[in-house]
């Protein structure tokens, strides 16, 4: 994990987080968080996009992926990056605006690092921010 | 106008804007998050919902007058709205989508008609407040020279 957790952490930069939401204002929201919290964000509206950006980018310290989108959904993206072998450390946290526990369970089960609900706080980042990028 | 007067315009329109329910505190977590780094934040933010929102309102307007309403569809874009609303602390759309949703699942087209209207109405008021806001935001920004 501690390979994990110094992953996408350039030498005195900032990490980079991949930020994934099909909704452009929960995207700006969520960036503006994290660019807050002194993250480096990327941000794309959807899981193939994110996969595609994955592909080319080595320096991802942390996924954070709305749970509700069409076509794939946060969950099938976190069960991507878990199936991959050169993916599987990255840390994935999933947001929603539901408080589902069937759901929760399922996304932690399959490796999801944390479950967020929707509108995501900054505290909430600051939280993730001490435990999973230490 | 001077700034100072265009200062107590804006805040007394975005606390009346409080008062009257349309906002709540995730909408002061955004103006928290507006710094050096990030000056046009809210704007951005607000100019996305207000785009957002209109283009969900129309298109739940066609679908609803479709004869045989998809009704998964239709919870599908309320839901959308939803999300955004509730990402800017639009209170009172976020309420109102929550029981237009409650229709969805009834499957009760006149109760997504008549809560349409009234998401309708509450979203456009809102719009309307916050066009002002941003616009008394320029006025602010303009009375101060550029460095």
Same mark, same amino acid.
């Given at each position: ?69 069409? =076509?794939?959904?946060?969950?099938? *993206? !976190? &069960?991507? $990056?878990?199936? #991959? ?7 994935? /946290? ?15 089960? =399959?490796?999801?690092?944390?479950? *967020? !609900? &929707?509108? $995501?706080?900054? #505290? ?7 435990? /999973?990028?230490? | ?147």
């Amino acid at each position: 994990m501690a390979t994990c957790r110094s992953r996408g952490v350039e030498r005195g930069g900032a990490p980079h987080v991949l930020a994934v939401d099909d909704s452009s204002v929960d995207r700006a929201v969520i960036s503006g968080i994290l660019r807050s919290s002194q993250f480096r964000v990327t941000a794309v509206d959807s899981g193939k996009r994110a996969l595609e950006l994955l592909g080319s980018e080595p320096n991802v310290s942390m996924i954070i992926t709305d749970y509700w989108m069409p =076509e794939m959904t946060g969950y099938e *993206l !976190l &069960k991507k $990056v878990k199936e #991959s072998s050169r993916l599987k450390e990255i840390p994935v /946290v999933i947001m929603s605006s539901e408080n589902v526990s069937t759901r929760i369970n399922r996304c932690l089960e =399959e490796g999801a690092e944390d479950f *967020l !609900l &929707k509108p $995501v706080q900054p #505290s909430d980042v600051s939280r993730l921010c001490s435990r /999973v990028l230490r | 106008m001077a700034a100072a007067a265009l200062t107590s315009q804006l805040n007394a329109l975005v606390n009346n804007m409080f008062a009257m329910g349309l906002l709540d505190d995730q909408f002061q977590q955004l103006q928290m998050l507006q710094d050096s780094t990030a000056p046009d934040f809210v704007s951005e933010v607000v100019t996305l919902f207000c785009d957002d929102g209109e283009r969900i309102i129309c298109e739940l307007s066609r679908q609803l007058e479709k004869p045989n309403v998809d009704f998964d569809r239709v919870d599908s874009y309320v839901h959308q709205l939803k999300g955004s609303s509730a990402s800017v602390g639009a209170q009172k759309v976020k309420n109102t989508c929550i029981q237009f949703r409650e229709f969805c699942q009834q499957r009760s087209r006149d109760g997504c008609l008549k809560t349409l209207d009234l998401v309708r109405t509450e979203f456009y008021d809102l719009r309307n407040k916050f066009q002002a806001m941003l616009q008394l935001e320029q006025q602010i920004q303009a009375c101060y020279p550029k460095h």
